[in-house]
Each structure stands twice: as C-alpha cells, then as structure tokens.
C-alpha cells in the first residue's frame, strides 16, 4: 500500500468517526470520499431552492459548484461582491438569512459532532442555525480535530491570521500569522458559536469529505 493510500484510509477513519458522531446528534451527516462527490449532494439538494445564501466560504468556492448553480437559475446571495456599499452587503447578508439554502464551511469540527466557528460579524454563524429553509455545511478533513479546545486552537492559529491577510484586516495576525489576542477595530474573531446539536428548527446537513478544504 503506498503512503497516499494509507494516508486517505487513516483520514477517512477519521471523516467516518466524525459523520457517526454528527449523526447522533440529529444532523444529517453524510460522508464524502471527494469534493466532486460533495459538490454533486449540493446541486441534488438545490434543485428546488431559487435563493441560494454564501456564506463566503473558500471551501465552498474549491468545490466549484457556484457557476453550475447560477447556470441552473438560482439566485445567488453573495454579500462579498466586488463594488457593493455597505448597505448593499448588508441587505444581502439579511436576505441569506431566509434563503432557501444556506451554504457554508465550518472552521473546525470534532470528534464528538460539533460544529465550532468563529466570526466577525456573525451573519455567516447565524444562517447556520436558524432562517434558512435548508443549510448544508461542508467540512474538509482538515477541519476534523479532537475536542472543543482543539477547535479554538485550531482556528486561531491556522483559520484565523490567513482570513484576516485574506481580507485586508489591519490586524496583527494578518502581519505576523500569529493571533495575539487583539483588540484592532479590524478584530475577525468577534462571534464564537458552537453548535453541539442539530438546530431544533433547521434542516442542516454535513458534508465530511476526505480531501483538504479551505482554511
């Protein structure tokens, strides 16, 4: 067996754990080998959505499925558009809100099911739990850590400081790619939110899927 494939077969243990875990919590959870298996689930359950939110997630984007929804009709509510106000993008992030489909990444996700993120403005977190008809969040095996602890770590240290340069943030991660903590008016990390159980309301889904996604 070559390193490749013992690598995949220790990472799909892992996605697998993860999808069993996200299941019992209410979610539902599916497992996907590779991102063009994700990207398909996603065109499948958009077939009846017409208003399609973004959360301005780059793992969404690397699946490549936003030409073939727009190809499709759907109207796509991106709030990240180059040449919109402020108050253009802040009407888009309300519309996602009561989208028919929610999509979006997560910046970590544990062993036991959680799905944990942290936000700047908290548009992206709020679709995720409730308002929109549908949510399907996309998780890459590299957002798979052990525990809640993990998770912070994790998105600190490797979500957060390539994010805040990403985005033109005056920040000190967005320097130096170590989070310090900040207090810059430009801060992303502002909304934490985990989300431990299936949203009482919300129809979410979760795909895990066996290849590196996003940051």
Known sequence: MKVTEMVNWNY??????????????????????TREEAASYIL????????????GSMTITELGVLDKLAGMGKELLIHGKPGL????????????????????GTN???LSGWL???????????????????VIVVAGRNKIVEDLEEAVK?????AAPPN???LKKNTPCAKTGFCQDCNSPDRICRVMTVIEKK?????LHVLVVNEDLGL
Do not use: W
Request: glycine share 6%; hydrophobic share 40%; aromatic share 6%.
């Open 12 to 33: 799909e243990q892992r996605c697998q754990k993860a999808v069993q875990a996200l299941n019992k919590n209410g979610f539902t959870a599916v497992f996907c080998p």
């Open 44 to 55: 499948q359950e958009a077939r009846d959505a017409r208003t399609i939110g973004l959360g």
């Open 85 to 104: 106000s402020t108050e253009e993008s802040l009407q888009i992030m309300r519309r996602q809100l009561t989208s028919d489909l929610f999509l979006a």
């Open 108 to 110: 970590a996700l544990t």
């Open 116 to 134: 944990v993120n942290i936000d700047m403005t908290g548009n992206r977190v709020g679709a995720m739990f409730f308002g929109p008809k549908k």
């Open 154 to 158: 994790r998105i600190k240290r490797f």
């Open 164 to 166: 805040a340069m990403r």
């Open 199 to 203: 949203p009482r309301l919300t129809d």
